[in-house]
């Protein structure tokens, strides 16, 4: 079973950076993109970041010019930084994955890192 483990949440100042690591357990079978998403409470979860394997990135509106997004999506490894941090970057940031054939897609979700943004 993998599992998407991910580090480097906590609380930071507005204004601040902070950057998150996700690394798989073990080899995900033909992985073709790895990604972020936040849940802010009593919010949806809404995608941050992706990456695919080819190293196409995509970003959400909200983070566009503050975070980046980068890794070895073949090795299953990405990471975020995150920059000019705002209170509403709060939330918890989960990790992604997905890979598998394209009739039979799975997806796979890290546990979650907090990541608290305030003075």
């Known amino acids: 079973q993998v599992q998407l483990v991910e580090s480097g949440g906590g609380l930071v100042q507005p204004g601040g950076s902070l950057r998150l690591s996700c690394a798989a357990s073990?080899?995900?079978?033909?992985?073709?993109?790895m990604g972020w998403y936040r849940q802010a409470t009593g919010e949806q979860r809404e995608l941050v970041a992706s990456?695919?394997?080819?190293?196409?990135?995509n970003y959400g509106d909200s983070v566009k010019g503050r975070f980046t997004i980068s890794g070895d999506v073949r090795n299953n490894t990405v990471y975020l930084q995150m920059g000019s941090l705002k209170p509403e970057d709060t939330a918890v940031y989960y990790c992604?994955?997905?890979?598998?054939?394209?009739?039979?897609?799975?997806?796979?979700w890290g546990q979650g890192t907090q990541v608290t943004v305030s003075s």
């Open positions: 073990r080899s995900i079978f033909r992985v073709n993109a």
């Open positions: 990456i695919t394997v080819g190293g196409s990135r």
């Open positions: 992604n994955a997905r890979g598998g054939w394209v009739w039979a897609t799975t997806t796979y």
